[in-house]
């Protein structure tokens, strides 16, 4: 791997480019080279391969496509001074993982293939017919494509002949394509064209990157080297002597600091007098309504701001607020329509808006025009995340880009603090490429079949492991692979020949599949009034919520259902104002927090906990801090409040060097600051093994600071304790893998993977009724296998939970990889850490006198709970949904029943034990008890599933708060607190 030639070498970056690009450039006003463009245009001007990792706004597409114009000119004029016919194929292609990329770079390039007489054109999945059939006539020279349609082109016969002559492929977002299967896919794309047009430079660009090295080796490959490069026989009399050409799977890595180039700030805002008043107007929280006005008046400072989010609800729910306050704030996110994104994004550009509430939709660099500020609401979650968005600030040469991180509560703030820091010392994570894919492997092996016709097993296990991503790919996996996909008539193996053949069924599993994004339902939103799409809403959002005359929010406005299609997948609605509009729900959106940035939080805890324990104030160990992280000193006083309450409790802390484990009756928490994946690593296998030893389900919650479970009487912190200090690293494999067979989680992976394999015609929606027999007829297959690794390499970290149960069972004086010591504590009541975390915590310290928001505190919190449906008619439809998505009168969809119990969603003995035959004492108990709850819910519908969904309130007591006349809605969840709080009292001597 080539290190970055220095910035000294590349002055006269422009003075490697021929006569006819230099003119351009001076037309252009380009007079001195940025950065990255004076240390790579030399490199890529000798044809050598490259990574570059810059800023967003310092000119990286110049910095590839310069050279690449440039060779193309200089080979057309070669052509033209040798009498020769000049090459008709297209010579470069620039890939971009959205559809929107490729708009925004047709507009960018445009002016310079005016110039130099180069043809530039798009190609994705929206381009007309026409243009397809123009293209394969009269190939450009550039071609703008996404990877998705890059596996189209490679197989049609006019379209291959003209990829034969491309020298060049630019990468661009490398980073958002390292970590997908789509990337992965497309690394086994770029060794089909090598098939077709022999080696060519490679070029990937991004602004974050956090392993360039292995970033670099996924972008070239690991096969057999070629040391010719047909970019690199370019008139090679006029570049730099010093520049020899290396093979072409070498690559150079030019890397421009991130973190001097951007400046953060973390704050919570003070609530003000004004934020009282602003919260009877918006119907929320002063606490809301004053990051509201904060936002608000931050778009008032600036001319153009990103308000960045972190998933479509908030975005929704944040620009319904502003909608309310008539701010010229709109929402961009992927599920509104392409027509609505556009206009707001045109807007934005031409000044009409002056802000816009984003998703990571606009994190890849959609020409919004200039942008002044960045707002990111709550914790980026990720430093690369923080980087890519306040970087679409600032977009002038040397200018610095800024953004505010608004944060919400102490963990909140805590973590932004971690970011900050190591977003500011360029600490970014690394890639989560996709090593060894299977549904990747079948895919492109009847990618192969579509190229070739035919192709003997050998070469294409070569072909497949020049890729980086399958490097170590098997001969036995692969043979498996096709084992799966001929019998799934996919391709023919012919045995005696041993190679693989194009059948009938191949060219219409391809064109099905040409992306590895799994396929999901979605319904087009379409406003009858306007006679307009307005977005896409999930299958799943449609089924557990919509009906007609339901009202939900999108695009930060309130609509009524008034049709659903479901022949059509369409949801026709109107615009109403209600304020009670149901904020629609995305699934898969939670972005994980990383284990690094969830150890510096435990650090912080640390650190000031060492200082509170000796006497320090709260105030005075924040002024130490903000030296460090960039923040005011009252926020982060503010974030350590849970921290000096934790310290006055006499409890250990748990830290980056501790973990605490803790409980009170039904409930166990394992404090761990490990984030996310190792959590729910740990969390996973303590549900289960715990579960096993006790004969009961086990509940489980994860955030990246400690997991809480809920467990049956009998069982206390010590189980898991003896758990964790028993278990064999070496075991956490296989025992996770068993787990995951009876999770929603694995058999949604494995009915994808199964599309994938061509197991199954196309996977809709949740079918949870067949996930169990497809797990049983998939199980010993490649598929599952792939299933079990995604799951794995998505939601878990094996390797680094692995490594901490590994120091906990050690005798010896046990450190981490820092050399630090790590301890295990248990307490037996719960602590003001491991009551807290983003979804729970305050409910937990409800004051005696229940006002008005703490009504409202009960009221949501209950609303947002899950609760288990089960049909006591059919015993077939059984359901878990939060209370909100319930029904008035709930009723089975299958038979039609109103006779549906409500249980705890963790509760699996209970269906177990209703459906027995022969029953014993528990499980009659149990049988009755559900026919109560169900005989309540038949009478008094979704008002007896609110009541039987708060803690310890079952069919008896449910029954009683029912009874009580009230005069208003208040009154009930007063008397459904009472019961809570009876409970919490009572609990631990009737359980």
Not at 651 to 661: E, F, N, S, V
């Amino acid at each position: 791997m080539a290190e970055g030639r220095s910035a000294d070498a590349g002055m006269d970056a422009f003075a490697a480019l021929g006569a006819s690009v230099r003119e351009a450039l001076s037309d252009r006003g380009f007079t001195t080279p940025t950065e990255p463009q004076r240390r790579a245009i030399p490199t890529l001007s000798a044809g050598r391969n490259a990574l570059i990792v810059a800023p967003t706004g310092t000119g990286k597409t110049e910095t590839a496509m310069l050279p690449v114009f440039d060779a193309i000119v200089r080979r057309r004029e070669r052509c033209r001074d040798e009498g020769r016919e000049p090459i008709e194929g297209i010579r470069a292609l620039y890939i971009t993982p959205l559809r929107a990329l490729n708009r925004d770079m047709m507009d960018r390039l445009e002016w310079w293939g005016e110039q130099l007489d180069v043809e530039i054109a798009v190609r994705h999945g929206d381009t007309t017919s026409y243009q397809r059939k123009k293209q394969a006539e009269d190939p450009p020279d550039v071609l703008i494509t996404t990877p998705e349609s890059l596996q189209a082109i490679l197989t049609g016969s006019r379209m291959r002949e003209a990829l034969s002559d491309v020298d060049h492929v630019v990468v661009d977002e490398v980073h958002e394509l390292a970590a997908a299967k789509r990337g992965a896919q497309l690394t086994v794309g770029l060794e089909r064209l090598r098939a077709v047009a022999g080696p060519s430079q490679r070029i990937g660009l991004s602004a974050t990157v956090g392993d360039p090295e292995e970033v670099g080796r996924f972008l070239v490959g690991v096969g057999t080297p070629h040391s010719d490069h047909p970019a690199a026989t370019a008139d090679t009399t006029v570049q730099n002597e010093e520049v020899t050409r290396g093979a072409d799977r070498d690559v150079e890595i030019v890397e421009i600091d991130v973190g001097s180039r951007v400046e953060f700030t973390v704050t919570e805002p003070a609530v003000t007098d004004e934020d009282e008043h602003l919260a009877g107007e918006l119907a929320t929280d002063p606490e809301i309504a004053s990051h509201v006005r904060f936002i608000r008046d931050i778009v008032a400072d600036n001319e153009s701001v990103l308000i960045f989010v972190n998933t479509r609800q908030t975005a929704e729910a944040l620009g319904s607020r502003f909608k309310q306050l008539d701010a010229p704030i709109e929402v961009h996110h992927g599920s509104l329509s392409k027509e609505v994104r556009i206009d707001v994004e045109d807007r934005f550009k031409s000044g009409e808006i002056d802000a816009l509430v984003c998703t990571s939709s606009m994190e890849l660099g959609i020409d919004v025009g200039r942008v002044d500020h960045v707002v990111q609401y709550n914790s980026p979650r990720e430093v690369a995340r923080l980087l890519q968005r306040v970087g679409r600030a600032g977009h002038r040469r040397d200018e610095i880009s800024r953004g505010t991180i608004l944060t919400s509560d102490p963990d909140d703030a805590l973590e932004a603090l971690a970011i900050a820091r190591r977003a500011r010392e360029g600490e970014v994570e690394p890639s989560a490429i996709h090593h060894g894919s299977l549904d990747v492997v079948a895919n492109q092996l009847v990618g192969f079949v579509m190229d070739f016709g035919e192709i003997d097993v050998g070469d294409a296990h070569n072909m497949l492991t020049a890729a980086y991503p399958f490097r170590e790919l098997s001969e036995p996996q692969l043979r498996e692979v096709i084992d799966e996909i001929a019998g799934n008539r996919l391709v023919w193996y012919a045995e005696d020949h041993d190679r693989i053949e194009k059948t009938g069924g191949s060219w219409q599993y391809f064109y099905a599949n040409l992306s590895m994004i799994p396929d999901e339902e979605t319904y087009e939103v379409y406003d009858v009034s306007s006679r307009t799409g307005v977005g896409t809403l999930d299958e799943r959002f449609v089924v557990n919520f919509a009906e007609p005359g339901a009202t939900f929010i999108q695009r930060g406005e309130m609509w009524r259902i008034t049709k659903i299609d479901d022949e059509e997948s369409r949801v026709e609605v109107s615009p109403v104002e209600d304020p009670g509009g149901e904020v629609p729900s995305w699934v898969g959106q939670e972005i994980p927090v990383p284990a690094a940035v969830a150890r510096e939080v435990g650090e912080l805890r640390r650190v000031a906990g060492r200082q509170l324990s000796a006497g320090g104030s709260r105030e005075s160990v924040a002024r130490e801090l903000s030296r460090r992280y960039p923040a005011d000193e009252r926020t982060i006083a503010n974030a350590l409040e849970p921290v000096e309450r934790h310290v006055e409790s006499g409890a250990p802390l748990p830290t980056d060097r501790r973990l605490l484990l803790e409980g009170e009756a039904r409930t166990v928490a394992l404090n761990a600051t490990f984030g996310h994946e190792i959590n729910e690593t740990l969390g996973r296998l303590l549900a289960a093994l715990v579960g096993q030893r006790t004969g009961s389900s086990v509940g489980m919650e994860v955030d990246p600071y400690r997991i809480s479970f809920e467990v049956p009487p009998s069982v206390g912190p010590g189980t898991f304790r003896e758990v964790l200090l028993e278990t064999d690293p070496d075991h956490l494999e296989p025992l996770l893998e068993l787990a995951l067979k009876r999770s929603d989680t694995l058999k949604f992976t494995l009915a994808q993977v199964a599309a994938k394999f061509g197991a199954l015609k196309r996977y809709q929606g949740d079918h949870r009724f067949g996930a169990d027999r497809l797990l049983a007829a998939l199980s010993d297959t490649p598929v599952f296998d792939e299933a079990v690794r995604e799951v794995f390499h998505r939601d878990l970290e094996i390797d680094g939970t692995a490594d901490l149960l590994g120091r906990l069972r050690s005798d010896d004086t046990t450190a981490d990889s820092d050399g630090r010591d790590i301890d295990l504590a248990i307490v037996g009541e719960r602590t003001p850490l491991g009551a807290g975390g983003r979804s729970g915590g305050r409910e937990f310290l409800v004051p005696e006198n229940a006002d008005a928001s703490v009504i409202d505190t009960v009221r949501n919190r209950i609303m947002d709970d899950r609760v288990r449906l089960l049909c006591l008619h059919c015993l077939e439809w059984e359901r878990t949904r939060p209370v909100r998505r319930v029904k008035d009168q709930p009723e089975c969809p299958d038979c039609g029943s109103t006779r549906i119990a409500a249980l705890n969603p963790w509760d699996e003995e209970t269906p177990a034990a209703v459906r027995a035959g022969e029953k014993d004492d528990e499980q009659r108990r149990l049988t009755e008890r559900a026919y109560r709850s169900a005989n309540l819910v038949q009478s008094h519908g979704k008002q007896a599933v609110i009541a039987m969904a708060a803690r310890g309130v079952g069919p008896h007591n449910a029954a009683r708060i029912i009874a009580k006349l009230r005069e208003n809605e208040d009154d009930f969840y007063r008397d459904i607190l009472e019961q809570e709080r009876q409970y919490a009292r009572t609990q631990s001597f009737w359980d």
